[in-house]
């Protein structure tokens, strides 16, 4: 029975997949507080441009080195209006350390407290880091599990493709 | 003679006609299990349709592990199925959990449960029913909370409302706790109590930079021995913000009565954070006295005060603790940062003055002391080394070990070779207990290409059985490994792993575990839709 059930559940996995290839699915509405203690609002921050947003944790070595190699990029986006979200996972126990951390590794993303993991259960994360960027239809246009290095460079090259499209989509003067 | 082989023989017909028979029962099971299961999901294709909202994702694990101590087969198997599902619509979202659970063995209950939440969420109101997870502050009073990652999950089930208004927020809560702990490859339910919580926690932000918060929470037993029997925690805190500069305190008092015997029973707890962040450079440091805050039974808490162990040991998970911790992390260049902890968490001694209690370890405290620096450097674009030396002392912590000292350098490089990269590590633990010293060493490389997949191969060893091992750790002296995560697609993720685990204690947010060592297959798979 296991055997099968597991066969079956990658078999659906793939057919499901496939007929959602190309539908983008809409992001959750999320209302959080940052590190600075501001609120922070999906909707508010989609008027300015597309969003980013990276789920890590203090433990999470992996996602500690995705932030890191986007580090350079970040005045690349921001100049375009994206925002980026770095979405600490740490439990309540560990809140203390998140701001000093981001601040020593010199991040300059919106660094997003969410001790419940409200987000990690809104957005279905499975693992660490995942990341999303959320064009200004609303929809998840990218979704990205896990990293290695390089893979940095396959995110960047979403949002410059998005932005590309963006600009084609817009109508000549 | 020729009656009795008769009979044995229609018995053994009999017997072999139930098998063909249960075979049969089992098959047409597995048949209606499949056709529930596309069905549901080809009744998705059509919700969606609808102008419904569905996301989903998917964690599918199976694993086929040797195990000498069984008599007839010796392994066994385990598989385990979370599948969750969202549906919105407008401000209207239903969530629901699958879980499954089959391990191999006829004589251990399997796990299956649903667990849903009904919400209803339109600023300023938001209102759910069904399953969920919560902290009051940094959980002194409440922490309903799951860590899937160490497979402890410790919700309510009940009803919950928050009202927003004027930089305020006001939580209702009424429910009923459980917690469904991964222990020695086997979920136990651990609360199954009839226990009923009730509270309320007000925040405010009405003057600038401050936060203060105000909590109660009530215990209710239907099931008690106890004469007039009560439980409640109480408590409030402060946060202040201003510039580089954040400090939080936080108070809590525990009320009720000694179970069984009755009379008065009081507990307290103050923790204090404080830290500073400017670019470049952020310190923190906790402070912590619990004295009869932990509020549960043998293996659970309905809350859970933090501890500063980076580790995620607790002593005795704020029953009788005091400690502290400090964390540095500096970057003096863009190609080089720097860590700096060490976090200490103790038994009270009285012998001792209040500081002496919060700074020192001696023979008669049982506790934990954690020490680490770790320092990472990008000399070029393509090339990242991390080097650390981690000092774990354990005192009374372990059982049958009375104290056990844990010293580990280690170093990792990782190299970009553009198209693919590589990674190697290597390090050294040397392990000083009562009776053994010895230390294990272990090696690992690991070959990866962006996006598609990553193949990791790790041999670690020991140089002797140390004298207080028990049966139940194993006598392997070597642990082979390779893993292979594949992503299948952006949205899915195969990791395939090979070989044998140490197992040991193992410890998250405060909460242990004792991890069986592993020899075989883990299959998980991971979606997300």
Redo the contacts between chains.
């Keep these: 029975m296991k055997k099968i059930a597991f066969l079956l559940i990658v078999c659906i996995a793939f057919i499901f997949a496939e007929e959602i290839e190309g539908q983008y699915p809409n992001a959750p509405d999320f209302t959080l507080e940052d590190i600075d203690g501001n609120t922070v609002c999906l909707d508010l921050l989609l008027t300015d441009g597309p969003v980013f947003m990276s789920f890590w944790a203090l433990w999470c070595t992996m996602c500690i080195k995705e932030l890191d190699a986007l580090k350079p990029y970040f005045d690349e986006f921001d100049s375009l209006g994206v925002n980026l979200l770095a979405i600490s996972q740490d439990k309540a126990r560990a809140v203390p350390k998140v701001k000093p951390f981001a601040l020593s590794h010199k991040w300059r993303y919106i660094v997003v407290l969410d001790p419940d993991n409200i987000m990690r259960d809104l957005y279905h994360v499975q693992a660490m880091p995942t990341a999303f960027i959320i064009d200004q239809n609303k929809k998840i246009v990218f979704t990205h599990q896990g990293y290695k290095p390089g893979d940095e460079e396959i995110i960047v090259e979403t949002m410059r493709a998005l932005f590309a499209k963006g600009a084609e989509d817009e109508p000549q003067e | 003679m020729n009656r009795r082989n008769s009979v044995l023989n229609s018995k053994f017909q009999t017997s072999n006609f139930k098998q063909i028979s249960n075979s049969k029962i089992?098959n047409r099971k597995?048949i209606v299990?499949?056709a529930v299961?596309?069905l549901t999901?080809a009744s998705?294709?059509l919700l969606k349709a609808q102008g419904i909202?569905i996301?989903?994702?998917?964690?599918?694990e199976?694993w086929v592990f040797v195990d000498e101590n069984l008599d007839t087969l010796n392994y066994k198997?385990h598989?385990e199925?979370k599948l969750?599902l969202?549906f919105?619509y407008g401000d209207i979202l239903l969530?629901g959990v699958f879980f499954l659970w089959?391990p191999?063995l006829p004589n251990t209950d399997r796990l299956k449960y649903f667990d849903y939440t009904a919400q209803y969420k339109k600023?300023p109101v938001n209102v759910l029913y069904g399953t969920y997870?919560?902290?009051f502050?940094?959980?002194l009073v409440l922490?309903a909370?799951?860590?899937e990652?160490f497979r402890n999950d410790n919700s309510l089930y009940g009803l919950k409302a928050d009202i927003r208004y004027f930089n305020s927020q006001l939580t209702l809560l009424s429910g009923k706790p459980r917690n469904i702990f991964f222990e020695e490859n086997t979920y136990f339910v651990k609360n199954d109590t009839t226990d009923q919580l009730r509270g309320v926690n007000i925040e405010t932000?009405l003057i600038p930079?401050t936060?203060l918060a105000g909590r109660y929470v009530r215990v209710n037993r239907t099931e008690d021995m106890t004469p007039k029997a009560f439980t409640e925690l109480f408590g409030g805190n402060i946060g202040v913000?201003i510039g580089?500069i954040?400090s939080?305190f936080e108070y809590a008092q525990r009320l009720g009565t000694y179970p069984v015997i009755g009379g008065r029973l009081k507990g307290e707890a103050l923790y204090f954070?404080?830290?500073?962040?400017?670019?470049?450079?952020?310190?923190?440091f906790?402070f912590l006295d619990y004295d009869t805050i932990g509020l549960g039974g043998a293996g659970y808490r309905y809350n859970?005060p933090?501890?500063?162990i980076?580790s995620g040991i607790s002593v005795n998970r704020g029953i009788n603790e005091i400690g502290y911790g400090i964390?540095l992390?500096?970057?003096p260049i863009?190609m080089a940062?720097i860590e700096v902890e060490n976090n200490k968490v103790t038994t009270h001694d009285t012998t001792l003055n209040y500081f002496g209690q919060i700074f020192e370890i001696n023979d008669d405290m049982d506790g934990v002391l954690e020490q680490t620096i770790k320092i990472q450097t990008y000399p070029s674009y393509d090339l990242?080394i991390v080097g650390a030396v981690d000092r774990l002392v354990k005192q009374g912590i372990e059982a049958g070990i009375e104290k056990k000292t844990e010293t580990k350098p280690n170093v990792e490089v990782?190299y970009?070779l553009?198209?693919f990269?590589i990674?190697t590590g290597y390090e050294h633990n040397l392990i000083s207990s009562d009776t053994s010293d010895y230390y294990e060493h272990a090696i690992s490389f690991s070959l990866?290409?962006?996006?598609r997949f990553?193949l990791s191969l790790r041999y670690e060893r020991r140089n002797r059985i140390p004298g207080w091992l028990v049966s139940k750790y194993g006598e392997e002296l070597s642990w082979p490994l390779a893993e292979l995560?594949l992503?299948?697609?952006?949205?899915?993720?195969l990791r395939i792993r090979v070989g044998a685990e140490k197992g040991g204690l193992v410890c998250s947010?405060?909460v242990c575990r004792f991890e069986e060592p592993f020899k075989g297959v883990k299959?998980v798979?991971?979606?997300?839709?």
């Design positions: 089992r597995e299990s499949a299961l596309l999901f998705f294709t909202r996301s989903g994702a998917n964690r599918a199976y198997e598989f199925d969750k969202s919105q969530h089959e191999s600023d997870y919560t902290t502050g940094r959980g922490n909370f799951l860590d990652d932000k930079r936060k913000n580089p954040e939080y954070t404080t830290g500073l962040a400017i670019p470049g450079l952020g310190i923190s906790q859970e933090p501890t500063p980076k964390s992390f500096y970057s863009d940062t990242e990782t970009n553009g198209p990269f990674e990866g290409k962006p996006e990553v995560s992503d299948l697609t952006t949205r899915h993720n947010g405060g299959m798979l991971t979606s997300i839709f």
